[in-house]
């Protein structure tokens, strides 16, 4: 069964520029995560969708949007790029564990986005 | 509510024992546990819910204590693989939410 596949793996940006990342999660997983990694602060909760719809929100500001295809296929947006946008962002296909209810993430290998 | 690790960073001979905490100021649905080793995606562990208790790993496990809603992850007779930076993600309720610490580096030695 194929893992979850972001691309691009790398890219450079500038300053005021907009970048788009895409991801596609495992096979018959209908829920896409979305999170950015930075030193010294962790995974940070940046959205999640579910069949199209945008369920839940982190706090980042509007720069930051998503959206979720009819094929469960993510992108990521983010506009008007700033210095601290650099950081390794990472989606998360997931399942429901039977039963329990609870949310089990499979996370891709992330998109590291440097901003200068 | 971003739950809160420690320590933050822990050395060991292989062997040795750790523990790493998490806990949260908020009432919990559940707690999970990953593990990221350097230039990796985070994997995970395993998970906890409320009312229960599952051993994800042969010698790792955890416990959920829902009176203080805090969890910790019991690393025995570490080995070196077991490297890597450890990272509790709690949910609220069952709504597709997952908050992670800031995480715990563990490092293993010969």
């Known amino acids: 069964k194929a893992g979850v596949t972001q691309t691009p793996r790398y890219l450079i940006k500038t300053r005021g520029q907009q970048v788009t990342l895409s991801c596609s999660p495992i096979s018959g997983h209908r829920s896409v995560s979305w999170y950015q990694q930075t030193p010294g602060q962790g995974l940070q909760f940046l959205f999640e969708y579910f069949s199209e719809t945008q369920r839940n929100k982190g706090n980042f500001p509007g720069r930051f949007s998503g959206r979720q295809f009819s094929n469960s296929r993510s992108e990521m947006n983010v506009s008007t790029l700033e210095l601290g946008d650099s950081a390794l962002y990472l989606c998360a296909s997931s399942f429901r564990l039977g039963g329990s209810g609870a949310n089990v993430l499979t996370f891709g290998a992330g998109s590291r986005l440097t901003v200068l | 509510q971003q739950p809160v690790q420690s320590p933050q960073a822990v050395i060991l001979r292989e062997g040795e024992d750790a523990v790493i905490n998490c806990s949260s100021s908020k009432a919990l649905y559940s707690v999970h546990w990953y593990r990221q080793k350097h230039g990796e995606a985070p994997v995970f562990l395993m998970i906890?819910?409320?009312?229960?208790e599952q051993k994800g790993h042969e010698k790792i496990s955890a416990s959920f204590n829902e009176k203080k809603q805090q969890s910790s992850l019991y690393l025995t007779a570490s080995q070196l693989s077991y490297s890597g930076t450890y990272f509790c993600?709690?949910?609220?309720?069952?709504?597709?939410?997952?908050?992670f610490g800031k995480g715990t580096l563990l490092t293993v030695n010969p």
């Open positions: 993600g709690t949910e609220m309720s069952s709504n597709y939410k997952l908050t």
């Open positions: 906890l819910l409320k009312g229960g």
